[in-house]
T-cell receptor, first 115, second 113 residues
Framework: AQKITQTQPGMFVQEKEAVTLDCTYDTSDQSYGLFWYKQPSSGEMIFLIYQGSYDEQNATEGRYSLNFQKARKSANLVISASQLGDSAMYFCAMSVLGSNYKLTFGKGTLLTVNP | AAGVIQSPRHLIKEKRETATLKCYPISRHDTVYWYQQGPGQDPQFLISFYEKMQSDKGSIPDRFSAQQFSDYHSELNMSSLELGDSALYFC????????????FGPGTRLLVL
C-alpha cells in the first residue's frame, strides 16, 4: 500500500516570497510517480508538476519545482515568487505501476499568500 | 485542447434517489479514473477503466456502478443515495503511454438531502 504524508495543514507566505510545501511518501514499489495538484476554493483539481521515480533531475514547471530526495522519500513542492492567486489547497499524490496508476493523495496543505 | 468534461456540474438529490454522473475524457485518452472527495478531505479513488474494461476498483460502494463506453466517455451510476454520498466527484483521464499523469475534470458537486 502507498501512503502520502503532508505534515503542514496550513502555510502562510508573503507575496513574492518562495515557499516549500512538504511531502513524504511510502511505497515498496520501485516504479512510481509523484504529483502535486492545486485545488482553489472553486474546487477544480489542477495538475502542477510530476516526478518519476527514475528521474535523476528535479522536475520544474515555471514557478514550481519539485525537490525530490529519493533516499529520504520526500517530494517537496517549491513555489517561487508567490502570487495572491497561489492561495489554494495543495495536494501531493502518488501513483504506482503495480496499482494501475490510481492516485493516492495526502491530506493537503492550505497555502495562504498575504499581500 | 479541450480538457476533461464532466456533467452535470452540480446535482441535488433526495435520499434513496439515483444519480448519473458523466465524464468525457480528453481526446485520445483511453483511461478514466473516478474519485470522490468529501468535505474537507482528500480525494479517494473509486474505480478506473482502460479501453472500456474495468482496470481497478477502490472503495466504491456496491450501490455505485460505472462503465466506459465505446467513445471512451464514462458514467458513474449511484443508487439509493445516502446523505454521506454528498461530495465532489472527479473524473480524470490519461493515456496508456503516459498513464502517470492524470488530468482532472472540474468535478460534479453532489448534494444529497
Amino acid at each position: 500500500a502507498q501512503k502520502i504524508t503532508q505534515t503542514q495543514p496550513g502555510m502562510f507566505v508573503q507575496e513574492k516570497e518562495a515557499v516549500t510545501l512538504d511531502c513524504t511518501y511510502d511505497t515498496s514499489d520501485q516504479s512510481y510517480g509523484l504529483f502535486w495538484y492545486k485545488q482553489p476554493s472553486s474546487g477544480e483539481m489542477i495538475f502542477l508538476i510530476y516526478q518519476g521515480s527514475y528521474d535523476e533531475q528535479n522536475a520544474t514547471e515555471g514557478r514550481y519545482s519539485l525537490n525530490f530526495q529519493k533516499a529520504r522519500k520526500s517530494a517537496n513542492l517549491v513555489i517561487s515568487a508567490s502570487q495572491l492567486g497561489d492561495s489554494a489547497m495543495y495536494f501531493c499524490a502518488m501513483s504506482v505501476l503495480g496499482s494501475n496508476y490510481k492516485l493516492t493523495f495526502g491530506k493537503g496543505t492550505l497555502l495562504t499568500v498575504n499581500p | 485542447a479541450a480538457g476533461v468534461i464532466q456533467s452535470p456540474r452540480h446535482l441535488i438529490k433526495e435520499k434513496r434517489e439515483t444519480a448519473t454522473l458523466k465524464c468525457y475524457p480528453i481526446s485520445r485518452h483511453d483511461t478514466v479514473y473516478w474519485y470522490q472527495q468529501g468535505p474537507g478531505q482528500d480525494p479517494q479513488f473509486l474505480i478506473s477503466f482502460y479501453e472500456k474494461m474495468q482496470s481497478d476498483k477502490g472503495s466504491i460502494p456496491d450501490r455505485f456502478s460505472a462503465q466506459q463506453f465505446s467513445d471512451y466517455h464514462s458514467e458513474l451510476n449511484m443508487s439509493s443515495l445516502e446523505l454521506g454520498d454528498s461530495a465532489l466527484y472527479f473524473c480524470a483521464s490519461s493515456t496508456a503511454s503516459g498513464r502517470e499523469t492524470q488530468y482532472f475534470g472540474p468535478g460534479t458537486r453532489l448534494l444529497v438531502l
